[in-house]
């Protein structure tokens, strides 16, 4: 089985693209009319339960994930290229990481999940366990997980996309695997040194610079960390010109145009 996805570009620097919790394979699209495709091949790959994979069963778990990333490159030729991930893409990332070092050239993690997942109050998790059936908690994480400060009708077109694009099942299963997982002691122990671009929003509230410092930033010995201004969780919508610069930048091996850490 290949996961299915699609193209943006025919350079020679291919890239396997992993979207978050709320999103699929078509969730960059505000982004994508600005990728350098003469640079780079961009491959957005869609996860199981999501997009084109809605009805494929599967256990829903990061390790999956990130098999069957690996495999789609694999598929795709690709012998060495670089991942961006974005939240729980970022997570898979990691774990690509510790699976095949060998092949991979960069990483660019956006608003990710670190290897250790993430703790959460009771209120917290029942909200976002309520999420997989409940199209106005959708929208309330959303809200609060880009500083409570966009317009409504983006939220409700955010939480409705999210709605129409996974499955119910594999979205609660999915929020499990990514709060819940921890492979830190892995990533610790291997410190893979690979070049590595951390992305976060100066209004995310939960996956911060503090948070990056304390995972990304203290295992991964060629990490650095950048902060995206007027962006929350989503800066793959809110600023995707500058996060377009700032990844380009990096995977071209040039400066940064965000504020450096």
């Known amino acids: 089985m290949v996961n299915t ?12 693209v992993l979207h978050g919790w709320f999103g699929d394979a078509h969730s960059f699209a505000a982004m994508e009319a600005w990728l350098d495709g ?27 994930v990130a098999a069957d990333a690996l495999a789609l490159a694999d598929h795709l030729g690709f012998d060495r290229f670089s991942v961006i991930g974005h939240s729980m893409g970022g997570m898979v990332a990691e774990k690509m990481a510790l699976l095949a070092p060998q092949r991979i050239d ?18 917290a998790r029942e909200l976002f366990l309520d999420a997989a059936d409940n199209l106005a908690s959708r929208r309330s994480i959303i809200d609060r997980s880009t500083g409570g400060r966009l317009p409504g009708t983006w939220l409700d077109w955010k939480a409705a996309y999210s709605w129409e694009c996974c499955d119910a099942a594999a979205f609660a299963a999915y929020f499990l695997a990514w709060s819940g997982t921890d492979f830190s002691a892995e990533v610790q122990a291997r410190r893979v040194s690979l070049p590595m671009l951390v992305l976060v929003g100066e209004y995310d509230p939960r996956f911060d610079r503090s ?46 145009q965000a504020q450096q850490a």
């Open 38 to 64: 003469a640079a780079f091949t961009y491959v957005f790959m869609d996860q199981r339960g999501y997009g084109g994979m809605r009805s494929v069963d599967s256990d829903y778990t990061i390790d999956e």
């Open 5 to 16: 996805f699609h193209r943006v570009g025919h350079g020679p620097h291919a890239i396997i």
């Open 106 to 123: 960069k990483l660019v993690a956006v608003a990710p999940v670190p290897s250790c997942g993430v703790a959460m109050d009771e209120a």
């Open 211 to 256: 948070l990056m410092e304390q995972t990304y930033l203290a295992c991964y010995p060629q990490a650095r960390l950048e902060v995206l201004a007027n962006a929350g969780h989503y800066p793959i919508n809110e600023t995707p010109l500058v996060l377009v610069a700032s990844i380009e930048a990096f995977l071209s091996g040039f400066g940064t």
